[in-house]
């Protein structure tokens, strides 16, 4: 059985750095696409960033060159590392994972099958 359990989020201050972290078992992250999403009350999920199965990684367009995606196969875990924080970055941030994935593409959640409960993540101005 999948699972993912994120960990990592907390308080921060406007431009500052956090790194999530998300523990996969049941499978081997390296076989699958791995993504990262967040969501705002009473917002949409969005994507973030993914990472394929041959470590091609996408991201969206607000995070580009602030956020980056990595994976440690050996540990089966994903990584968000995340800079320059800002208030409006506010959210429940989750880790979601798919055997494949449009990995030229900013990853859609309708994409991805599995899904962790979430990390909060709060920003403050």
């Known amino acids: 059985q999948v699972q993912l359990v994120e960990s990592g989020g907390g308080s921060v201050q406007a431009g500052g750095s956090l790194r999530l972290s998300c523990a996969a078992s049941?499978?081997?992250?390296?076989?699958?696409?791995m993504g990262w999403f967040r969501q705002a009350p009473g917002k949409e999920r969005e994507g973030l960033a993914a990472?394929?199965?041959?470590?091609?990684?996408s991201y969206e367009d607000a995070v580009k060159g602030r956020f980056t995606i990595s994976q440690d196969n050996a540990k089966n875990t994903l990584y968000l590392q995340m800079n320059s924080l800002q208030p409006e970055e506010t959210a429940m941030y989750y880790c979601?994972?798919?055997?494949?994935?449009?990995?030229?593409?900013?990853?859609?959640?309708?994409?991805?099958?599995?899904w962790g409960q979430g990390t909060q993540v709060t920003v403050s101005s």
């Open positions: 990472i394929d199965t041959n470590g091609r990684t």
């Open positions: 049941g499978y081997t992250s390296r076989s699958y696409c």
């Open positions: 979601a994972a798919n055997p494949s994935c449009r990995w030229w593409l900013p990853p859609a959640p309708t994409d991805y099958s599995y």
